[in-house]
């Protein structure tokens, strides 16, 4: 039976928080429209970390296995590398326009991005997803996403999950030993959910965010929801940690339309709830 767990407020006064990922002790997000990516520890005590060199959106990031930081993003630098100096690179050579990445334990980069702009009114095509080996070389790996958003991969590195927004369902693949991907095939059928952001837990199941129906929900493979957390305003993503794993941290802000994101009053948030299962696989 799902059940709703309370929430407490971490941070506040944010633009639109976005791909938080838990790391050395403090919870990293990207924050939309204020071009930022932020650390928090769990006091809520935040600072700037990196000021990413675009103007554009969406724009996510993950850590290679060695400690590099790499930035996706939908600008003409459409994935930058942190070197140990702090300085940013271009890495891989990569073209066109990205809204995720996740990387696994081998080094594996994946990135998803639409078919389209829905910014600039292009009419609708459905998302890949690219990988970007530790070699360097990159290849599109799956298609047919419809709006392809969070990602998880398991502990085994052996399953690539995306959350598919526009489709109202988590899509798996299996991933092979060269980091290519086979077997799509729908995980989770969510009904009227609506993925954006995703992660999972030890218990094998997966959190996801959904902005339209402002909360969290906790789901097992096939779509059974175990807990839901209701919030009154978006849900854009969220992210296991803590000290135990088992804190659950929601992005959330008001939505009123991608038209209305740039100079809209900063309602974005940090919000925690403590989870039944502790964080398990990447990011």
């Known amino acids: 039976m799902a059940s709703t767990v309370d929430p407490h407020i971490l941070l506040t006064g944010l633009a639109f928080g976005e791909s938080p990922r838990w790391h050395d002790g403090r919870l990293w997000f990207s924050n939309w429209t204020a071009q930022e990516i932020i650390a928090v520890d769990p006091q809520g005590r935040s600072e700037v970390v990196v000021r990413p060199p675009f103007s ?3 724009f ?3 850590w290679l296995p060695d400690g590099r930081m790499l930035i996706a993003s939908s600008s003409d630098r459409p994935l930058l590398r942190q070197e140990s100096d702090g300085t940013l690179v271009d890495h891989a050579g990569l073209t066109g326009g990205y809204n995720e990445i996740v990387v696994d334990s081998r080094g594996n980069a994946y990135l ?3 078919g389209f ?5 292009e009419p609708f095509a459905p998302g890949t997803v690219t990988l970007v080996t530790p070699a360097g070389t990159t290849r599109q790996v ?3 996403i419809a709006f392809p958003n969070g990602m998880a991969i398991t502990p085994d590195d052996a399953t690539l999950i995306v959350a598919d927004s526009y489709g109202k369902r988590l899509t798996a693949f299996d991933i092979a030993g060269d980091g290519g991907l086979s077997k799509q095939r729908v995980w989770a059928d969510l009904g009227e959910g609506v993925p954006d952001g995703i992660c999972m837990d030890m218990e094998g199941a997966v959190w996801y965010a959904d902005v339209p129906n402002q909360r969290c929900v906790r789901v097992h493979e096939g779509g059974e929801v175990l807990q839901t957390v209701a919030l009154d305003r978006g849900c854009f993503a969220c992210m296991l940690g ?10 959330a802000a008001e939505w009123h339309g991608m038209d209305r994101m740039v100079g809209a009053p900063r309602t974005g948030q940090v919000v925690t709830s403590t989870a039944p299962a502790p964080h398990a696989g990447k990011p």
């Open 142 to 144: 799956a298609e047919g």
């Open 112 to 114: 998803n991005g639409a």
């Open 242 to 251: 803590g000290a135990e794993g088992k804190t659950l941290f929601i992005m």
């Open 117 to 121: 702009n829905p910014l600039v009114g």
């Open 56 to 58: 554009t959106f969406p």
């Open 60 to 62: 996510s990031f993950d």
